[in-house]
């Protein structure tokens, strides 16, 4: 580095406490090069020093952070750039997304979803939840626990494998439908607060180890001032390739963004004109399917907030990733209802299918006795473990008659035959 590139002005960043305000900076921006970075929080963990010293156990709601992250950091780089296509004579190709005036959309593997649903008919809970929640994306988190423990944290011993990151996913979604003051009384052995697939699926000790150990551009489209005077019906839009964002004028100016609608075929809707009358206006497709949808987003809201799950931290990024994990259930739930619409299964059911097999996948720590639920379809078809042990004397699965040996995994009293 030279000289003159060491010591050229910067291009000042701005900084907004809120998303809404960034986004009309960027929205309303002629340049095509802007960086938008979430900044983590500067006083989430005040006056903690480390992970360990953080009191996550308390679960009242008044402990719950309002937000989930820092300020906005928005830098226009269009003018930065320039400087260095000055000194360095030839601007290297870059791999930030460029916005043009097309409607080509490069979705990837999961961006898409399946316009014929009826492939899925017929599959059980859990299947139609990995469509949501895959095993890539647990591998992903696996591997990302691993490195942040050993690199950042230094502890080399620590180690979390694909069953133990499983388990923890399922005791994140049991505890939104079982609530206890505090953490630590999910491991509870008290009469009035012990629930038993907590201390059965993994130690207290495991799941806070693991748990403080996880860690989880700008479109230019047409300003809304120069948009207010065009007249109604007036769109822009732009795509990356992989979003499109369009911008429409109605009774005020409509700015939405897509990874699967286009602008095209453009619809036609009545709308009053002011000294035209009543008026046919040309509308993007994709926000007349955002209109057909919007009321689907209460809904979301709604079932989301059913059974959220309680167990909490305070790192700033964790309630991002347990919304993810929360909605990944909603949306599986939603499309079983579509693809089994005879189904009578509840929301409360279908969660409650889904957390037990991710906390039963392959093996259980071993069980004091008490009553058993049934098994997952899923755990009890998958042909991993399952063998014949002896137990004590106990009524068989099937046939009800008193039996002496079960299934190691699923626990229930079996004949040989």
Request: charged share 35%.
């Amino acid at each position: 580095m030279d000289s003159r590139t060491f010591y050229r002005a910067r291009v000042p960043r701005q900084r907004y406490r809120f998303l809404l305000k960034a986004t009309e900076v960027v929205t309303e921006s002629t340049s095509e090069d802007i960086d938008v970075v979430i900044i983590p929080p500067t006083t989430g963990d005040k006056n903690i020093e480390s992970d360990e010293e953080a009191d996550d156990d308390t679960l009242d709601k008044d402990y719950m952070p309002d937000e989930v992250s820092g300020e906005v950091d928005v830098q226009d780089n269009t003018a930065e750039e320039e400087e260095e296509k000055e000194i360095e004579g030839v601007r290297e190709t870059g791999t930030r997304a460029r916005w043009r005036k097309r409607e080509s959309l490069s979705f990837g593997p999961h961006s898409v979803p399946s316009g014929d649903c009826g492939v899925h008919l017929g599959k059980e809970m859990f299947d139609i939840y990995k469509l949501f929640f895959t095993d890539e994306m647990i591998s992903h988190l696996t591997e990302q626990t691993n490195l942040y423990a050993h690199r950042d944290k230094n502890n080399k011993d620590f180690c979390v494998d694909l069953e133990d990151m499983t388990k923890f996913l399922g005791l994140l979604l049991i505890s939104g439908y079982h609530s206890v003051p505090s953490e630590n009384e999910y491991w509870s052995t008290s009469d009035d607060l012990e629930i038993p697939i907590f201390a059965k699926t993994m130690s207290r000790e495991r799941f806070k180890t693991i748990k403080r150990d996880n860690r989880t551009g700008g479109c230019p489209l047409v300003a809304k001032k120069e948009f207010d005077k065009k007249e109604r019906g007036s769109h822009d839009y732009r795509s990356d390739d992989t979003v499109l964002c369009a911008r429409w004028n109605d009774n005020s100016v409509v700015t939405i963004a897509s990874n699967y609608y286009g602008v095209n075929p453009m619809q036609k809707v009545n709308r009053w004109v002011k000294k035209e009358g009543k008026k046919t206006v040309p509308q993007p497709y994709l926000i007349s399917m955002y209109n057909k949808g919007m009321g689907g987003v209460d809904v979301c809201d709604r079932m989301l907030s059913s059974y959220r799950p309680r167990l909490r931290s305070k790192k700033w990024w964790w309630n991002i990733f347990v919304q993810l994990l929360n909605l990944s259930v909603v949306a599986s739930f939603r499309l079983y209802q579509h693809v089994n619409p005879d189904a009578r299964v509840s929301h409360k059911d279908f969660r409650r299918e889904i957390a037990r097999t991710l906390v039963r996948v392959r093996t259980s720590r071993k069980r004091q006795g008490g009553p058993t639920p049934p098994v997952p379809k899923a755990v009890r078809y998958d042909g991993i473990n399952h063998f014949l042990q002896q137990c004590s004397q106990g009524r068989c699965y099937e046939c009800k008659k008193n039996r002496r040996l079960q299934c190691s995994k699923c626990e229930k009293r079996l004949h040989k035959e």
